[in-house]
């Protein structure tokens, strides 16, 4: 028998699912949410950047 049962571990809150039903929410909850996208898109935003300068470096080194 497993330690922890899996319906007593604590849930992930999920703050928003693309495609989700909106009609039950208030315009601040919308606004909120937009906020929580607009940093979630900065932050993958970030990351390409990361990972494209890092590809550009290695393919600078393999090249010579």
């Given at each position: 028998m497993p330690a922890?049962?899996?319906d007593d571990?604590?849930?992930k809150k999920i703050t928003?699912?693309?495609?989700q039903?909106?009609?039950l929410l208030s315009g601040a909850e919308l606004a909120?949410?937009?906020q929580l996208?607009?940093?979630e898109i900065a932050r993958l935003e970030a990351d390409m950047?990361?990972?494209k300068v890092?590809?550009?470096t290695a393919d600078d080194f393999f090249k010579r």
């Open positions: 922890i049962d899996e571990r604590p849930k928003h699912e693309i495609g039903d909106l009609s909120e949410r937009v996208l607009r940093d950047m990361k990972k890092s590809r550009s």
